[in-house]
């Protein structure tokens, strides 16, 4: 299994759209077996989607994210485990033990009006990034 975790200096990015890395582990028997951060910029949600498809990922793990990524993701058969925060190892752990504590309503919903948002910068209207 290989799970992607949004991330910025180890700790969980809280826009999905905007991450400016994500760390990569390998896992087998619930245990992580290797890792790597892949650099990507925050190139947006489409450009995104298609790098953790093209990485084999089974699972991201992310703070916030708007719906037409959750379906882009799903459509490459990623789950996507959102509202997560702090450090990227211990909650990859925390998800493989089935502990990972997310909250059911991690959707951002700075897209859904189709104009600008400021999401990751910290003053999200939905409070999650």
Do not use: W
């Amino acid at each position: 299994m290989k799970i992607a975790v949004t991330s910025q200096n180890g700790s969980v990015f809280q826009h999905f759209g905007r991450a400016p890395e994500f760390a990569v582990f390998d896992a087998e028997d619930g245990k992580i077996t290797g890792a790597e951060v892949i650099s990507c910029g925050g190139s947006g949600h489409g450009a995104l989607a298609g790098l953790l498809g093209d990485k084999k990922i089974d699972v991201l793990i992310c703070g916030g994210i708007g719906a037409g990524a959750v379906a882009a993701l799903s459509e490459l058969g990623i789950k996507v485990a959102g509202g997560a925060s702090g450090d990227v190892r211990k909650c990859a752990e925390d998800y493989l033990a089935g502990k990972l504590e997310s909250d059911p309503d991690f959707h951002c919903g700075c897209h859904d009006g189709g104009g600008e948002h400021s999401c990751g910068g910290g003053d999200c209207r939905h409070g999650h990034c």
